[in-house]
C-alpha cells in the first residue's frame, strides 16, 4: 500500500516537474483569459435589458468592455505565441522529418513575435503542424477581437407610458354659449340677434384664410411623443377611432350637367350682338360679357330639390340640416388659349356643398411633438326631440325653437359609448343617463328613444344650429365679375374673401371642392378650440404620454468569435501539455528560450548526421576578426543547411564504449536531483 502511494506521488510529481511546472505562466494566462471572457459575459449579462441611466459606475459600459477585450486579446496571443515557440522545437525534433532547414528556425521566431511573421509561417506549416496552424489562427484572427465584443453592446430605444391622462386634444361636447350672440335691432344676422365679436372673427377667419395656424389644433403632449385609446375594441373597415368633436362637415355635388347655355341679345355702342348666358335650375346666371358675373356662391337654397336628379338621396336628407348649402357656380379656362390675360373664359364649373354639423371620429396620435390627426368616419347631427311630442317632421320649422331659451339641440350618440377617454368640466355628471330620440333617416318613421350616458352625447344647440348658419350663409353668398382688364383675377366687391375659389381662372370641380373641405375642417377646429363652447367648460380627450429611454441590449452571437477563440487555444495548449508530459524523456518545455541553441548546438545535426558546424561550409562564416554577416545574408544561406535536432536520450556511452545510465548529478548550489533532460552533453562533477 505504501509503495503504491510512493508510486502516485513519485507520478504527480513527474507530471508537475515536466508538464505543469513548465507550462506554469500559460496556464495562469489561460486562466486569466477564461476569467476575463466570464466577466465579459456576466457584465453585459447584467447590462442588458437596463436603462442606459442606470449603469452608475465612473467608466462607461462600453469603455469596460473595451479595455477588459484588449487584455482579453493580449493573453490570448502571449499563449499562442508560446505554443508557436515550443513548436519551433519539435519541428526539428519530429522523426517523421529527418532534417529541416535552419532558415526555420527564424520563420517560427518571427511568427511568435508578429503578425506578419506568423503569416508568413502559414506555407511551411500548412500540412504539418496543426497546432501551429491554430496559433497562427488565434493571432490573426484575435484582431477582430475587441471590435467584435463591442459590437455585440447595441443601444435599442424604447418608450414607456407616463400614465393616462398625461396628454389631452381638444375636443368639442357642445355647442352652446349664452355669452355667445347679443340682441340687436341693427342689421341682425338672425331674428333679432348676432354673433359676438370674437366668434364672429373665428368663423370670418376660417373663410378667409382656413389654413391659418389660428384653425390649428395643439395637443397637450410633455414629452412629444403620446397615444390615445381606442373608442371601440374592434376595427373597423375604415379604421380605429381614438376619439370624437362636434366638427362641420361637407358633402359636394357636381352639378355642372344641370347648366344650359342660351345666347343673349346685347346693345352696345351701336352695335348689335349675342353672347352665351350660362344658366342652372335655381336661377344662377353668369353671362360672357366684360364686367358681367363670372362667379357667383348662391347660399339661399335651403331645399335643394332643384338638384334632386344628380344629388344623391343621402345627401339630400342631411343638406335639410346644413348650416349652409352653397352653390359655387364659375367661368373658367377651358385651354391654353383661354389662359391669357384678355381671352375670356368659356369654361364652367358648378359645385353644390352642404355644410352640415356631424359627429367626427378621429385616430390621432403625437409623434415627435407633431400631431398626426386622421379622420376615420363621420355621422350627421339630428334634432332630438325626446321632450317634444310635436310632429318630428315640422318641428324645427317652429318658430319657439330658433329661440335662445329653447331646449331643442341637433344631437349624435357616441358609438361605441366609451366616456372614460373624455374628460369635461361642467355642471353636469358624464356618467348620468338620458333618454335621446332623434330624428335621423336611420330611425324612420318611428323614431324610437334610448337611454344612453350623458357623456356620450354629443349636441348642437338649436338656437346656436341658425345664428351661425345664417352668419356662414351671408358670408358665403355674393357674386364675383371679371373683364379683359383684369387679368386673370377677379373683383368679388365686399365679399373680397370669395375670389380664392376663383383660382385665378382655373377653378374646376375639384378646387372648389377642396376649398370647400378645407373652410369646413378650419370651423371644425374653431369649435374644438372654444368656439360657442359654455363659459368655464372645458372638453378634452385623454391620452398617455411616452417616454422615450435608451436601454442596452446584447446581441449575444458577436460573442461567439472571442468564445471559439478561447477554446481553439484551450485544445491546442492542453495538447501541448500532454505532448510534454508524453515525451518528458526526450523533449524539453524551451518555448521562446535561446539558451539551448547554446548550450546544445551539437545537437542540430546536418544531413550527413554531423553536428551543425561540420554541415557548414567555411565559406559561409566570417573568419575571427572579420565584419558579421547582416540578418538576411543569414537566412539566405540557412534556407539551404539541412538540420534536425537530436532527441535526449537518457542511456549515453562512457570513455570506454560501455553504455551507463546517468541517475544524477549534483550541482552548485543545489542539491542532487533527477537527471535535468535539457542536460544532454555529460559534463564531469569537476567540470561543474
Keep these: 500500500m505504501r509503495t503504491s502511494n510512493l508510486k502516485v506521488g513519485r507520478t504527480f510529481q513527474d507530471l508537475y516537474q515536466h508538464a505543469l511546472l513548465p507550462w506554469g505562466w500559460e496556464l495562469l494566462s489561460w486562466f486569466s483569459a477564461l476569467g476575463l471572457l466570464i466577466a465579459i459575459f456576466t457584465i453585459t449579462y447584467q447590462a442588458e435589458g437596463k436603462p442606459q441611466q442606470d449603469w452608475s459606475f465612473p467608466i462607461t459600459l462600453n469603455s469596460l468592455i473595451a479595455t477588459l477585450s484588449t487584455i482579453y486579446r493580449a493573453v490570448l496571443v502571449a499563449i499562442a505565441a508560446q505554443i508557436i515557440s515550443q513548436d519551433k522545437w519539435i519541428w526539428f525534433w519530429k522523426p517523421s522529418s529527418p532534417v529541416q532547414p535552419l532558415r526555420d528556425l527564424q520563420l517560427f521566431e518571427d511568427a511568435s513575435r508578429g503578425l506578419w511573421g506568423a503569416i508568413t509561417l502559414v506555407p511551411v506549416v500548412a500540412r504539418h503542424s496543426l497546432s501551429s496552424l491554430v496559433a497562427i489562427f488565434i493571432i490573426v484572427v484575435s484582431i477582430a477581437t475587441g471590435p467584435f465584443i463591442q459590437q455585440s453592446i447595441r443601444v435599442n430605444f424604447s418608450e414607456s407610458v407616463l400614465g393616462s391622462g398625461t396628454a389631452s386634444l381638444p375636443v368639442s361636447f357642445s355647442v352652446k354659449d349664452p ?6 335691432l341693427s342689421s341682425p344676422s338672425f331674428g333679432m340677434w348676432d354673433l359676438g365679436a370674437t366668434p364672429r372673427g373665428a368663423l370670418f377667419s376660417t373663410l378667409t384664410n382656413p389654413l391659418g395656424n389660428d384653425s390649428t389644433i395643439v395637443p397637450s403632449c410633455v414629452t412629444g411623443n403620446c397615444t390615445f385609446p381606442t373608442l371601440q375594441p374592434t376595427q373597423r373597415e375604415d379604421g380605429v377611432a381614438t376619439h370624437a368633436s362636434i366638427g362641420v362637415c361637407s358633402s359636394c355635388t357636381n352639378v355642372s350637367s344641370l347648366v344650359t347655355v342660351t345666347p343673349q341679345t346685347y346693345h352696345r355702342d351701336s352695335t348689335n350682338g349675342t353672347h352665351p348666358t350660362y344658366s342652372l335650375p335655381n336661377g344662377m346666371e353668369l353671362i360672357l360679357f366684360d364686367s358681367a358675373p363670372h362667379m357667383i356662391l348662391n347660399t339661399q337654397d335651403t331645399n335643394l330639390s332643384w338638384a334632386a336628379k344628380v344629388i344623391p338621396p343621402e345627401t339630400l336628407a342631411f343638406s335639410r340640416w346644413a348650416l349652409a348649402n352653397v352653390t359655387v357656380f364659375t367661368m373658367a379656362a377651358r385651354n391654353q388659349s383661354e389662359d391669357e390675360d384678355l381671352a375670356s373664359p368659356t369654361g364652367y364649373a358648378a359645385v353644390t356643398c352642404s355644410l352640415y354639423p356631424c359627429l367626427q371620429y378621429y385616430n390621432a396620435f403625437v409623434q415627435n411633438g407633431r400631431l398626426s390627426e386622421t379622420l376615420v368616419h363621420s355621422t350627421p347631427l339630428y334634432p332630438d326631440i325626446n321632450q317634444f311630442t310635436t310632429d318630428p317632421e315640422t318641428l324645427f320649422y317652429d318658430g319657439t325653437i330658433t329661440l335662445p331659451q329653447s331646449n331643442v339641440s341637433l344631437a349624435a350618440v357616441l358609438s361605441p359609448c366609451n366616456p372614460a377617454t373624455l374628460r369635461v368640466t361642467s355642471n353636469t355628471s358624464d356618467l348620468a343617463n338620458e333618454t335621446v330620440r332623434i330624428i335621423s333617416p336611420d330611425g324612420a318613421p318611428d323614431y324610437p328613444s334610448m337611454v344612453t350616458r350623458k357623456g356620450c352625447v354629443y349636441r348642437f344647440h338649436s338656437f346656436m344650429f341658425y345664428l351661425m348658419g345664417s352668419v356662414i350663409q351671408k358670408d358665403l353668398n355674393g357674386t364675383c365679375g371679371w373683364d379683359a382688364r383684369q387679368g386673370n383675377s377677379i373683383e368679388c366687391g365686399d365679399t373680397w374673401w370669395l375670389a380664392p375659389f376663383w383660382e385665378q381662372k382655373h377653378a ?14 378650419a370651423m371644425t377646429n374653431q369649435f374644438r378650440l372654444g368656439l360657442s363652447r359654455e363659459a368655464g367648460s372645458r372638453s378634452e380627450v385623454l391620452g398617455s404620454a411616452l417616454q422615450t429611454f435608451s436601454y442596452i441590449a446584447i446581441e449575444w452571437q458577436w460573442l ?37 541553441l547554446l548550450y546544445y548546438k551539437d545537437r542540430f545535426t546536418g544531413v550527413d548526421g554531423q553536428p551543425l558546424g561540420g554541415s557548414i561550409q567555411q565559406t559561409d562564416i566570417t573568419p575571427m576578426g572579420g565584419p558579421f554577416r547582416t540578418a538576411a545574408q543569414m537566412e539566405e544561406i540557412s534556407s539551404h543547411i539541412q538540420v534536425k535536432l537530436q532527441r535526449g536520450n537518457r542511456h549515453v556511452e562512457d570513455e570506454t564504449g560501455e553504455v551507463i545510465e546517468i541517475k544524477g548529478l549534483k550541482r552548485r548550489g543545489r542539491s542532487a536531483r533527477d537527471w535535468d533532460q535539457d542536460s544532454l552533453i555529460i559534463r564531469s562533477e569537476e567540470d561543474i
Design 560 to 596: 461567439i468569435l472571442p468564445t471559439i477563440l478561447l477554446a481553439l487555444e484551450t485544445l491546442v495548449l492542453f495538447q501541448m501539455i500532454a505532448r510534454s508530459w508524453r515525451y518528458r524523456e526526450e523533449e524539453m518545455a524551451w518555448k521562446s528560450n535561446i539558451l539551448p
Design 508 to 521: 374646376s370641380v375639384g378646387t372648389i371642392v377642396d376649398r370647400i373641405s378645407t373652410i369646413a375642417t
Design 179 to 184: 355669452n355667445s350672440y347679443f340682441r340687436t
